[in-house]
């Protein structure tokens, strides 16, 4: 086992999509104006991180890149047990892809004195690409595991279950390590009021993608969202009628095997 275990896991305060509202007039969603939340899946992480970190020491480092507003998941992380927080925060964080969150992510951790374990969750709750920890690795030129279920620290690196649907695979991969979590893996604590009034109080290192060392060039979207609209789902307005139920049923079993609905 390494003598301090380091581990690093990211937290997005995303978009709560359960929340959004759309403009009834143009169909497009409000994001700007949507509230944000901690994402779902990096609740899963933190608490991985601080059971892991439980039972084989060493310390639990919760890092944000996003907005001001990102504080928020932060310091959730550090009321259900990271032991720090660090955002890292720049005023076009809006326009920043899965690309320049792996890279903002990695020059952080070099920053800052590297990892052994770094945990994400395997997709954020508003967009879900599932990209930045493999981004993530190969920025570092670590080992990725995705999809893990469950996971053990051994003294040299991790063994972890993946769930790929039909079956699962067992993997074991050095440290350093990138892990992608999925919910299945436990069940998030609820922090307490004193965890939450401690974490309230808790200092958080905001650093800017200048201190780390990168470009602004570098951090350029390659993908970049032009519009989130609610689909336009043209309905059938078919009315069947008969002179009895049976008709009826039969008129009906008739258009639904005419739309491919039953064979």
Known sequence: ???????WVAVKHGIDVNLTRADRASGLVRLDSAPRKTSDFDKNAVEEAVRIREKHGGSVT????GGPAA???LREAVAIGADEAVLVTAEEWAL???????????????????FDLFLVGEGSTDHFAGLVGPRLAGELGCADVAYARH???????????KDLEKEVE?????FPVVVSVGQEINTPRLPTFMANLKASKK?????????????????TPSVVIERVSVPEIPRK???????????????LREALRGEGVVP
Do not use: C, Y
């Open 1 to 7: 086992m390494v003598e301090k275990l380091r581990i």
């Open 62 to 65: 919760a890092i944000s890149v």
């Open 71 to 73: 504080r928020e998941a």
């Open 96 to 114: 920043w892809d899965t690309r320049a969150v792996a890279r903002l992510l990695g020059a952080a951790s070099r920053t800052l004195g590297g």
């Open 151 to 161: 996971l053990t620290v051994e003294p040299t690196g991790v063994l972890a279950e």
């Open 170 to 174: 067992v993997v074991r991969a050095r």
């Open 203 to 219: 200092e958080i290192r905001v650093l800017s993608p200048t201190q780390l060392g990168v470009a602004p060039d570098a951090l």
């Open 237 to 251: 307005q078919l009315t069947i009628s008969g002179a009895s139920p049976d008709e009826v049923a039969t008129r």
